[in-house]
T-cell receptor, first 112, second 111 residues
Framework: DVKVTQSSRYLVKRTGEKVFLECVQD?????MFWYRQDPGLGLRLIYF???????EKGDIPEGYSVSREKKERFSLILESASTNQTSMYLC???????????FGPGTRLTVT | GIQVEQSPPDLILQEGANSTLRCNFS?????LQWFHQNPWGQLINLFY???GTKQNGRLSATTVATERYSLLYISSSQTTDSGVYFC?????????????FGEGTQLTVNP
């Protein structure tokens, strides 16, 4: 079975802190994705990566950066957390484009 | 980009009832997935079904790609089926293809 894990289920940070969200997949997938989910706005793609050290902006990249130094790990970075980044963050991976995406359990981030 | 519409937005059932959820999409796609979001927020894969019909226990799905819709059938519903069901589609592009999600169907199954 594919397994996608995220470093924290719940996280509380203060405004201005640098925040790291980690995602690890164990199926040698090429592609990894970060989404955020907000009530009324659905799931929105933040960044994705098709290969190590490669990244592409999704629909809402402002205020975020990413890092993919190893194939199995994709990190989302909030350089200076703000209250409007309070959200549910979901990581996903897939073998290749248009193949099945698998999601991690999510991280509920609260920025106070 | 591709538009994805799910219906109904909300559905309330009694345990044991059957239901059909619909997903319409605006362009041809290479990937279509159905997910169930559990109460803890995780998206659980139900079906990867860009075309054809699949069944898994009480759940089945059919995608008619030429008519741009997919249906998810839930039979003999149980309270544990409650949650939000999402349809998501993807069209292959030379770069940057990604899943586009519908707004979901909120299903409540009462005992």
């Amino acid at each position: 079975d594919v397994k996608v894990t995220q470093s924290s289920r719940y996280l509380v940070k203060r405004t201005g802190e640098k925040v790291f969200l980690e995602c690890v997949q164990d199926m040698d997938h090429e592609n990894m994705f970060w989404y955020r989910q907000d009530p009324g706005l659905g799931l929105r793609l933040i960044y994705f990566s098709y290969d190590v050290k490669m990244k592409e902006k999704g629909d809402i990249p402002e205020g975020y950066s990413v890092s993919r130094e190893k194939k199995e790990r994709f990190s989302l970075i909030l350089e200076s957390a703000s209250t409007n980044q309070t959200s549910m963050y979901l990581c996903a991976s897939s073998f290749s484009p248009v193949r099945e995406q698998y999601f991690g359990p999510g991280t509920r981030l609260t920025v106070t | 980009g591709i538009q994805v519409e799910q219906s109904p937005p909300d559905l309330i059932l009694q345990e044991g009832a059957n239901s059909t959820l619909r997903c319409n999409f605006s362009d041809s796609v290479n990937n279509l997935q159905w997910f169930h979001q559990n109460p803890w927020g995780q998206l659980i894969n139900l079906f990867y079904i860009p075309s054809g019909t699949k069944q898994n226990g009480r759940l089945s799905a059919t995608t008619v790609a030429t008519e741009r819709y997919s249906l998810l059938y839930i039979s003999s519903s149980q309270t544990t089926d409650s949650g939000v069901y999402f349809c998501a589609v993807e069209r292959l592009k030379t770069s940057g293809s990604r899943l586009t999600f519908g707004e979901g169907t909120q299903l409540t199954v009462n005992p």
